[in-house]
């Protein structure tokens, strides 16, 4: 089983679309929990992170089952410029180094 | 904002060349990683580094790497001899003490021939 999972997509929606993405991950030791963006050849920005709490910014909502070992995203009213690659990392270890997903690549259209 | 920076932003070598990847991290950091993406796959994790020693490493990070923070501000990464599937994004991360937020910098994209 892959430490860090994600459907690769693509997710093509139409602007104003609501769109979540999942991601699971192995290790039940697992500390924190991110979601990042990358736009293509760039480098991951940090989006959110993920509280067993959830959190929301805006119109990002980011959910974390422990329980399951499964985080999720939730875009609403999509924008053009949501067009990016999302990222799932997850902290492990002492050192926290990241443990990246592939990424789930969305696609908003006019 | 403060904000990770690397150099070069792109770097052509041959085959069995040394290459020394510059990273400043953010300035009150402590915690400083490397990480690389291959084009068109995941972002894999090479090493992390803190209070001058190598905290953990990945199996991708043999003999042939290595990390050093030669001054306050510089972290840097050494390909001893390159090879072609060294071609890669090598990307910088810092983070702080309090928060286990790791930014990144943009990048250097290693071309090797």
């Known amino acids: 089983r892959k430490e860090v999972e994600q459907d690769p997509g693509p997710f093509n929606v139409p602007e104003g679309a609501t769109v979540a993405f999942n991601c699971t991950y192995s290790?039940?030791?697992?500390?924190?929990f991110f979601w990042y963006r990358q736009d293509c050849r760039k480098e991951p920005k940090l989006l959110m992170s993920?509280?067993?709490s959830g959190n929301e910014d805006g119109r990002f909502t980011a959910q974390l089952n422990r329980a399951s070992q499964y985080i999720s995203l939730l875009i609403r009213d999509s924008k053009l410029s949501d067009s990016a690659t999302y990222l799932c990392?997850?902290?492990?270890?002492?050192?926290?180094?990241?443990?990246f997903g592939s990424g789930t690549r969305l696609l908003v259209r006019p | 904002e403060p904000e990770v920076t690397q150099t070069p932003s792109h770097q052509v070598t041959q085959m069995g060349q040394e290459v020394i990847l510059r990273c400043v991290p953010i300035?009150?950091?402590?915690?400083f990683y490397w990480y690389r993406q291959i084009l068109g796959q995941k972002v894999e994790f090479l090493v992390s580094?803190?209070?001058?020693?190598?905290?953990?490493k990945s199996e991708i990070f043999d003999d042939q790497f290595s990390v050093e923070r030669p001054d306050g501000s510089n972290f840097t990464l050494k390909i001893r001899s390159t090879k072609l599937e060294d071609s890669a994004m090598y990307f910088c991360?810092?983070?702080?003490?309090?928060?286990?937020?790791?930014?990144f910098g943009p990048g250097t994209r290693l071309t090797v021939l």
């Open positions: 991360a810092s983070r702080g003490v309090d928060r286990d937020t790791q930014y």
């Open positions: 290790n039940s030791a697992s500390q924190s």
């Open positions: 993920v509280y067993s």
């Open positions: 990392a997850v902290g492990a270890d002492s050192s926290y180094k990241l443990i």
């Open positions: 300035s009150n950091h402590l915690y």
């Open positions: 580094f803190y209070n001058n020693e190598i905290s953990e």
